[in-house]
């Protein structure tokens, strides 16, 4: 097995970005209509006119996001038993990049959770 290195923190990272992405196109507008800040989001809007097209293409946004979240627990989970470095200082910073990784897929999995209630769940609760 190979040890953990920096760059597992790459996909989690990617994975984190684009979870956000999912937020930013789904979860702040349903969340701003619903608080009564309608002039927030239109402000919003015309300040950023990307998450309009982020919201057309939601689809495509949470199935890239879904793959790549997947793919970095995937990989968490594979290296979960890789060997950290002999040398102290090197292990320390392999277990601190090891529990990072680690928050940042939980994080990403709570961002795309949020989202995916928010763009797909709740038109039907409501």
Excluded: H, Q
Excluded at 5 to 29: R, Y
Excluded at 63 to 83: D, Q, V, Y
Excluded at 105 to 125: E, K, M, P, R, V
């Amino acid at each position: 097995m190979k040890p953990i290195s920096l760059k597992n923190l790459i996909l989690p990272s990617i994975g984190l970005f684009t979870s956000l992405g999912t937020l930013v196109c789904c979860a702040l507008p349903a969340l701003f209509v619903a608080i009564g800040a309608g002039a927030v989001l239109v402000g919003l809007l015309s300040n950023f006119p990307f998450l309009i097209v982020l919201s057309k293409n939601k689809d495509i946004l949470f199935l890239t996001s879904g793959i790549l979240i997947g793919f970095s627990g995937f990989l968490i989970w594979k290296s979960r038993n890789a060997p950290c470095p002999a040398d102290p200082l090197k292990a320390i910073t392999c277990n601190v990049l090891r529990k990072i990784s680690i928050y940042i897929y939980f994080f990403s999995l709570l961002f795309y959770f949020i989202g995916f209630f928010f763009a797909y769940i709740i038109s039907y609760i409501i």
